[in-house]
């Protein structure tokens, strides 16, 4: 599978363009804004976008997702129904972090811990990482070895725990039970700042290391 990160907003959140490369049939993850800006991405590339998947429910991840699928005519995928209320609360996200307007949406599909998506001949595996959100998910592709994790792990950090219903120990059991043991080869897609292999930060993530 083929990637393309668009770091968009204040806050450089990572927008993820997934897509297979026989087919260009993709998916976007986590459009958090600048939906120009994401478009002009995928028409450059001459994608054929299927979904738009969601990792969690924060301002930051989902700020265009709603224009991005209408003006692309597909469906919101994702994240896990624990985040309803993060989605629910939209409006009052932006006023508190100085953002445009958005309406607050529910998905088309919530999705599940080990549901499969297809992006043409690839697959996407559906992970629940809570700790962060009480919602999380994490998208991995099992054959290209690549995971787009949102705001769980970070090059040399974690994602933090103090908004409403976050929990540092069930952040830390999802990242040592759920994202170490797809191996450490495996590279990973943050929601913020630059990729780095799950077993770098085994070795030497202070949060999480062994």
Same mark, same amino acid.
Request: aromatic share 6%; net charge neutral.
């Given at each position: 599978m083929q990637f393309r990160i668009i770091p968009v907003t204040p806050f450089q959140q990572n927008t993820t363009l997934l897509w297979c490369e026989r087919t260009l049939a993709a998916v976007i993850v986590d459009p958090g804004g600048e939906a120009e800006r994401i478009l002009e991405q995928v028409a450059a590339l001459k994608l054929k976008p299927e979904y738009v998947l969601l990792t969690h429910g924060h301002l930051d991840h989902v700020g265009a997702s709603a224009e991005i699928a209408r003006r692309l005519g597909i469906p919101i995928w994702g994240p896990h129904p624990d985040d309803a209320f993060w989605l629910n609360a939209l409006a009052e996200q932006c006023e508190m972090f100085g953002f445009p307007p958005v309406t607050a949406f529910e998905p088309d599909r919530w999705l599940q811990p080990g549901e499969r998506i297809a992006v043409g001949e690839e697959t996407l595996e559906v992970l629940h990482c809570p700790g962060h959100t009480p919602g999380h998910l994490v998208f991995f592709d099992a054959h290209g070895k690549l995971a787009q994790v949102g705001d769980v792990l970070f090059k040399g950090?974690? *994602? $933090?725990?103090?908004?409403?219903?976050?929990?540092? $120990?069930?952040?830390?059991?999802?990242?040592?039970?759920?994202?170490? @043991?797809? *191996?450490?080869?495996? $590279?990973?897609? @943050?929601?913020?700042? @630059?990729?780095?292999?799950?077993?770098?930060e085994r070795r030497t993530n202070p949060f999480v290391r062994d």
């Open positions: 950090s974690i *994602g $933090r725990t103090d908004f409403p219903r976050g929990n540092h $120990r069930q952040l830390l059991d999802s990242i040592r039970d759920r994202l170490f @043991p797809l *191996g450490d080869d495996v $590279r990973f897609i @943050p929601g913020h700042g @630059p990729m780095s292999t799950l077993g770098e």
